[in-house]
């Protein structure tokens, strides 16, 4: 097993049965741990494909994926790749399988055969690292869809994994419920080091990833820190991909003349920077 990186897809590509072409082509992309990676694409690109392969739901049908080190079209290896690269989807409701909070995280333990005085431990301490420990023996039903989007990462976080990958897992949430997911997530990586693998189509959730790749028909095109993706608006543009409404402006105002720096993407940098240009004796100071 090597530890230099999360994951490692060489020249992956994957097709579909009787598809036409493929939906990944000659991917090579690397994740390296305690990474924050968003991954962008227009509908249809690959993104979620690219997800199903990061934890052996598919088996690229060429190339090689590994996780941890672990090939993924080893059929043995399976289980220990599930366990270390765990997924929540967008649909909260399709990922509850009990009827109360507790069982519902302890569940993925269950199958992996852990005894049950250290699964008593472990389902409290993930309930309490996304903050509904309060909720464990509440209904699942009962909670908000942000809420048990924190419930499934709680699921994954039983198992301690070195990734969580996300696959839309906010597009069905109110921004309170959004906002609370990524959070949660963020001081996940932060605090406990995992690595994150964070499909999206927000802009302003990508904007605060260590890094970001662009999927666009099934290939990889672009991978770099956000205030460089985003910094390049026109060939965002091109790919029929926003960028954080914050860089679209000061793009427009740098067309206009006014010499704003790059990496421009929220409104804090915005005035930091618009102050710097206008009253540059003061930013000095
Ligand atoms: N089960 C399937 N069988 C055949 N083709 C599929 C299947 N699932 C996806 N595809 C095709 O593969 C390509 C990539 O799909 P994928 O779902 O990975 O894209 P995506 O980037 O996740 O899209 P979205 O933004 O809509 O979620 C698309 O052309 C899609 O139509
Ligand atoms: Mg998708």
Known sequence: MTDDVRVRLEDVSYT????????????DAV?????????????GSGKSTLAKLLNALYI???????????DTRKEELVWEIRRRAGMIFQNPDNQIVATVVKEDVAFGL???????????????????????????????????????????????LAMEPAIIIADEATAMLDPSGRAEVL???RRLNREKGITVVWITHFMEEAAQADRVIIVSEGELIASGAPDEIFDRVDFM????????????????????????KKGILTVDDMVKEV???????????
């Not at 991909?241 to 704003?260: F, K, N, T």
């Not at 102050?275 to 100071?285: A, G, H």
């Open 31 to 43: 994740v390296h741990p305690g990474e924050f990676l968003a991954v962008l694409g227009h509908n």
């Open 110 to 156: 269950e199958n992996l055969g852990v005894p049950t005085e250290e699964m008593i431990p472990r389902v409290e301490s993930s309930l309490a690292a996304v903050r509904m420990n309060k909720y464990a023996d509440s209904a699942p039903h009962m909670l908000s869809g942000g809420q048990k989007q924190r419930v499934a990462i709680a699921g994954i």
């Open 237 to 260: 543009r091109e790919n029929h991909l926003d960028v954080p409404p914050m860089a679209d402006l000061a793009s427009w105002l740098r067309e206009q003349g006014v010499p704003l």
């Open 60 to 70: 690229p049908t060429e190339g090689t994926v590994l996780v941890c080190g672990y």
């Open 183 to 185: 959070d949660t997530i």
């Open 275 to 285: 102050e710097r240009v206008l009253c540059p004796s003061k930013s000095d100071t």
């Open 16 to 27: 579909y049965e009787e598809a036409k072409k493929p939906a990944l082509s000659h991917v």
